[in-house]
């Protein structure tokens, strides 16, 4: 699919909104943002710059995309695509697509960028659910190559198939979910390992810093090259069997969240925002940390993108076995 025949409408000027539209302006699409309120949309032209700066975007790319200050102003029978950005309130975005339903081109799918909220829940009721996802981005949108997409029992296939097409043509490596489920799947998994990790800290075993530095250059360290599944193809099944049937018993699996985060959270403890979490913070070094985790994020999409050049879905070579 050719990007420059793509036009985007992101509802939402915010960073994840700026970032998307910055991602399909600069893959040669044109985009549409749609921000209502005029504070935030008086920044976008400066905030969407310094996206397109760390993206090396050249003067077309720049000019690739249009801020309105409502629904109204759009192209909509020129629009091939909509995604939400608006903040995570469920109303709200029910509310704006039973509107997008009525504004946009029957064959447009609907998707939102949402990480809390599923599509099912925001498409219930709702006329056309049929071309309805999610389209969940990472932070920073404009560096992690990865989109989940996210279908409802509602979703047609063939809407999906399309969406990840159109991202697929922007960059993006679209990560498919068949069933909307809390939490999505990269979440999910974030969330199984922080639970881990968490307990191991709450039960003396070791430090936030430990935990950070096993991740990092560690078994994590791998995660570029190779997602669980295909390193453990790389290291042998028997052997992963074998160390998950000695480690299994023994994890955390309590339902409930660890007092090593919410005994933070109790005392405000919040991260950065406050100046202090897991470590503590000053002005200074948030600007330093931010600085350097942005430039190595950078870096890390340089390895990807080489090795996305040749295969958009970010495959391995290996093709998938079929199940058993």
Known sequence: MDASRIQVAVVGGGTMGRDIAATFANAGAQAHIVETFPQARAVIAERIGQTFDKLGADAAARARYTVHDSLAGVPWPAIDIVIEAVPEQLELKR????????????DTPLCSNSSAIGISKIGEGLASRDRMLNTHYFMPAHLVPAVEVVSSEA???????????????????????????????ANRLQHALSR??????????????????????????????AGPCLQRDHAGLEVHAAAGAEMYPHFNNSPDVSSALTDRVAANKLGMKTGEGFYQWTPETIVAERARYEKTLAAAFQIIKAELDGNADGKPAGKQADDQ
């Open 95 to 106: 509310s704006l697509f039973r509107e997008l339903e009525t504004l946009a081109r029957r």
């Open 155 to 185: 979703t047609d296939p063939k809407v999906a198939d399309h969406v990840c097409a159109m991202l697929r043509a922007t960059g993006r490596v679209p990560v498919r979910v068949k069933r909307d489920i809390p939490g999505f799947l």
């Open 196 to 225: 881990e990790a968490f307990w191991l800290m709450e039960q003396g075993f070791c430090e936030a810093e430990d935990i950070d530095a096993a991740v990092r250059f560690g078994f994590g360290f791998r995660y570029i090259a």
